[in-house]
């Protein structure tokens, strides 16, 4: 190892101690003050990434420790939700996805036209910010307890329809009209992607609780929770190969080992991995994105957007949990859950802009408005569950 090669590894050392012991302290701070704790790890990364102080920049282990942090936190989730609650609310879901993709979609390619944007870059601003990450309001959830209610399954299971259309959606629209180099397959996407549901029906019902029941054998320590990643880290990888995102095989994952024996020792054994130091990475990861270099100059750009950004997903999806019989202070924590955007538009933001489906000079603006989104989200989600209780 040379010695250039040894001082970015320790400058890697040194940017992971300084995420952690700020999480910590700004977490603590958020408590304090009475707002949820990942807002104040958000700020972190806006505070220490490019945007500000620039002590941390996007690299490959801020990412590789994100992906990883999104995976534990949504396989937690997972561990921790009620299959019989999600099944229970699985209609809602579906109708809460199905408004919270087509009112977002239509409101922006309206705001597109408005702002000059011609059809295809209209439309796909709406494609955009029609998807959904939980993985944010999944937290705020776990922090006030409410993760396995009826809005919380909810939630949830419409998270996974939500990230199934999107990137359908997705494939339609690259397929019909990207200038790029790569256009995938439409029907092979479906047709993946289909199998892979097939084979989370196989790994819930028989594979996880063989493997775990063989790992259990093992005199190695931690054998269970070994085996748990495993199936964890493994149906994600897959998820991801199928084009669909990686934190909803973590999901998945997580509620196939919930169904075993181990599921307490899994969760004793894997949530202070996660909690400890990787999610923090994940949360940070998102807030060092944010970018000020032409924030003002597009000041009203950004506003509009962001604007229509929340009240598009909170209204489709309050909407559709209202329409099957929620309440209106349910619909709005359901509506209130979808509202973050979080790393699932960032990426559709970044295939749109290698295919030519966003204008250039935008595109900064549009990962501002992702990142605002995303952290008004939290306070949204908490200021619907007061009003729940």
């Known amino acids: 190892m040379t010695r250039t090669e040894r001082n970015i590894h320790l400058n890697y050392i040194g940017e992971i101690a300084l995420i952690l012991f700020a999480t910590t302290i700004a977490g603590a701070l958020s408590q304090r003050i009475g707002i949820p704790s990942v807002i104040g790890q958000l700020l972190v990364g806006i505070l220490l990434g490019p945007a500000l102080l620039n002590w941390i920049r996007p690299g490959e282990l801020l990412t590789a420790g994100a992906e990883i942090g999104v995976i534990i936190l949504m396989f937690m989730a997972g561990l921790e939700s009620d299959l019989k609650l999600l099944k229970k609310y699985f209609k809602p879901a579906i109708s809460v996805a199905t408004l919270g993709v087509i009112l977002p979609m239509a409101c922006f390619y309206i705001y597109g036209v408005v702002m000059h944007q011609n059809f295809e870059r209209a439309i796909f601003w709406g494609v955009v910010f029609a998807a959904t990450s939980v993985s944010i309001s999944v937290e705020v959830l776990r922090e006030f307890g409410k993760l396995n209610t009826k809005e919380g399954a909810t939630i949830l299971g419409a998270a996974v329809v939500d990230d199934i259309m999107a990137v359908l959606i997705l494939s339609i629209f690259v397929s019909m009209f990207s200038s790029g180099s790569s256009q995938p397959n439409l029907a092979l996407s479906i047709v993946e992607q289909i199998a892979y549901f097939v084979m989370v029906?196989?790994?819930?019902?028989?594979?996880?609780?063989?493997?775990?029941?063989?790992?259990?054998?093992?005199?190695?320590?931690?054998?269970?929770?070994?085996?748990?990643?495993?199936?964890?880290?493994?149906?994600?990888?897959?998820?991801?190969?199928?084009?669909?995102?990686?934190?909803?095989?973590?999901?998945?994952?997580?509620?196939?080992?919930?169904?075993?024996?181990?599921?307490?020792?899994?969760?004793?054994?894997?949530?202070?991995?996660?909690?400890?130091?990787?999610?923090?990475?994940?949360?940070?990861?998102?807030?060092v994105e944010m970018r000020f270099d032409h924030f003002w100059s597009n000041i009203l750009l950004i506003l509009g957007m962001t604007i229509v950004a929340i009240l598009s997903k909170l209204i489709g999806g309050g909407l559709g949990a209202r329409i099957l019989g929620f309440s209106f202070n349910s619909a709005y924590v359901v509506g209130a859950g979808m509202v973050s955007r979080g790393e699932m538009a960032l990426i559709i933001a970044q295939i749109g802009y290698q295919s030519k489906l966003l204008a250039p000079e935008l595109y900064s603006e549009l990962i501002v408005v992702i990142i605002l989104s995303t952290v008004i989200a939290p306070l949204l989600l908490k200021h619907a569950i007061a009003r729940l209780e």
């Open 201 to 287: 029906y196989v790994v819930i019902r028989w594979v996880a609780p063989l493997l775990i029941r063989l790992f259990e054998r093992l005199p190695v320590p931690q054998s269970v929770p070994i085996m748990s990643l495993i199936i964890c880290l493994g149906m994600a990888y897959i998820a991801d190969l199928t084009g669909l995102s990686a934190v909803i095989g973590a999901f998945f994952a997580g509620i196939a080992v919930a169904q075993t024996s181990a599921h307490e020792e899994v969760a004793t054994n894997i949530s202070p991995i996660g909690y400890a130091f990787f999610v923090p990475i994940f949360f940070v990861s998102i807030g």
